[in-house]
């Protein structure tokens, strides 16, 4: 078995992964959100604390299956550094001293292999990661060979809801509130720009959007519920239109033969209703990752740790270091 540890933003997870059959044996998150939430952003001090907390306590509840355990995997990269640091820490004391090796996971992979939680992996595959930190589409053809096709310039897609719910005093994190205040407005009230329309390019960009929507705010005052519910159903509906224009393009070019979202924000209804579509149309496979996987665990990292035990890639403790950006 493999334990693994995930605390690359603001949740802590840990879980335990069979190795021989992808089975789950143990897993355990506990979310930051609401701690947060005041803020109206992960506050990262503050992130890092609530892993202090967290993290030993989920540890102790997983003691009985140290002596089944063959290595430790932990999330190194990318996300908040002093965040990433309560993980590896972790993780190297857990190698020292139960004498195991380590394994490095990146964060995005672990996303990717969300979809193979408890199964076989489907490969290869094209993906639309939609996080707080990230917009990409990439192309998988194995662990280790995969291909940024497309990425943001600016924001990213989750990261725009959590801006524009903080410009509206809505909590955090942004997208589940405005998806739901969104199935009570009206998507056509603001004709928000759809950004990059114009442009041939596969890339997106999300700042333009949020600057709309802030005008739009500050033009309107005091804002009654119903107003508020109209603006996150038009921006909603343009932030998905956006990734449907590009991905469209991309589909007409080179239809994939299995497609994936994932991601926190790939638990999106409108998002994944349109991409359905787009698929249905292309007869290409659409897989998911099932919703309570979707945002950040550890069980996705115990995933790919699986598959790099399987080829030896380990790392040295000496050479495993936090990393913020994705290499
Ligand atoms: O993957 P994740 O848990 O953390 C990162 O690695 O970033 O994704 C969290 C992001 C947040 O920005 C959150 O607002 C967004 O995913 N999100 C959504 C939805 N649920 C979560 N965005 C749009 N619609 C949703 N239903
Ligand atoms: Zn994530």
Redesign the pocket.
């Given at each position: 078995m493999i334990l693994s540890i995930e605390s690359?933003?603001d949740?802590s997870s840990i879980a335990i992964t069979e190795i021989a059959t992808n089975r789950l044996i143990y897993h355990k998150k506990i979310s930051q959100e609401l701690q947060h939430s005041v803020y109206g952003g992960v506050v990262p001090e503050l992130a890092a604390r609530l892993h202090v907390e967290a993290l030993p306590k989920i540890l102790e509840e997983c003691k009985e299956y140290f002596p089944k355990l063959k290595a430790i995997a932990v999330t190194n990269a990318p996300?908040l550094s002093v965040t990433l640091m309560e993980g590896v820490t972790m993780a190297k004391a857990l190698a020292i001293s139960l004498n195991l090796p380590l394994i490095a996971v990146n964060?995005l992979k672990g996303?990717i292999y969300s979809l193979f939680i408890e199964k076989d992996s489907i490969l290869p595959l094209t993906v639309l990661l939609?996080?707080?930190?990230?917009t990409q589409i990439i192309e998988v053809n194995s662990l280790s060979a995969m291909k940024i096709l497309a990425s943001t310039m600016d924001d990213?897609?989750?990261?725009s809801?959590?801006k524009v719910?903080k410009m509206m005093d809505l909590g955090?994190?942004?997208?589940?509130v405005?998806?739901e205040l969104s199935f009570n407005g009206d998507s056509q009230k603001f004709d928000f720009p759809v950004p990059l329309r114009q442009s041939p390019k596969i890339e997106f960009s999300y700042s333009g959007l949020k600057n709309a929507v802030r005008v739009e705010i500050e033009k309107q005052g005091i804002l009654s519920d119903e107003m508020k519910a109209d603006i996150c159903a038009s921006f909603?509906r343009t932030a998905v239109e956006h990734i449907m224009q590009k991905l469209k393009k991309l589909f007409k070019q080179h239809a994939p033969k299995n497609f994936a979202i994932v991601?926190?924000?790939s638990?999106?209804?409108c998002?994944r209703g349109e991409v359905e579509k787009l698929c249905g149309k292309y007869a290409t496979a659409l897989m998911l990752s099932e919703l309570k996987y979707?945002?950040?665990n550890a069980a996705m990292i115990g995933r790919v740790a699986v598959e790099q035990y399987k080829v030896s890639d380990f790392i040295k403790i000496d050479e495993l270091d936090v990393q913020t950006r994705v290499k």
């Amino acid at each position: 078995m493999i334990l693994s540890i995930e605390s690359s933003c603001d949740d802590s997870s840990i879980a335990i992964t069979e190795i021989a059959t992808n089975r789950l044996i143990y897993h355990k998150k506990i979310s930051q959100e609401l701690q947060h939430s005041v803020y109206g952003g992960v506050v990262p001090e503050l992130a890092a604390r609530l892993h202090v907390e967290a993290l030993p306590k989920i540890l102790e509840e997983c003691k009985e299956y140290f002596p089944k355990l063959k290595a430790i995997a932990v999330t190194n990269a990318p996300g908040l550094s002093v965040t990433l640091m309560e993980g590896v820490t972790m993780a190297k004391a857990l190698a020292i001293s139960l004498n195991l090796p380590l394994i490095a996971v990146n964060h995005l992979k672990g996303h990717i292999y969300s979809l193979f939680i408890e199964k076989d992996s489907i490969l290869p595959l094209t993906v639309l990661l939609v996080s707080g930190g990230h917009t990409q589409i990439i192309e998988v053809n194995s662990l280790s060979a995969m291909k940024i096709l497309a990425s943001t310039m600016d924001d990213s897609f989750g990261e725009s809801f959590d801006k524009v719910a903080k410009m509206m005093d809505l909590g955090y994190p942004g997208g589940p509130v405005i998806q739901e205040l969104s199935f009570n407005g009206d998507s056509q009230k603001f004709d928000f720009p759809v950004p990059l329309r114009q442009s041939p390019k596969i890339e997106f960009s999300y700042s333009g959007l949020k600057n709309a929507v802030r005008v739009e705010i500050e033009k309107q005052g005091i804002l009654s519920d119903e107003m508020k519910a109209d603006i996150c159903a038009s921006f909603q509906r343009t932030a998905v239109e956006h990734i449907m224009q590009k991905l469209k393009k991309l589909f007409k070019q080179h239809a994939p033969k299995n497609f994936a979202i994932v991601g926190g924000a790939s638990a999106n209804v409108c998002l994944r209703g349109e991409v359905e579509k787009l698929c249905g149309k292309y007869a290409t496979a659409l897989m998911l990752s099932e919703l309570k996987y979707c945002s950040d665990n550890a069980a996705m990292i115990g995933r790919v740790a699986v598959e790099q035990y399987k080829v030896s890639d380990f790392i040295k403790i000496d050479e495993l270091d936090v990393q913020t950006r994705v290499k």
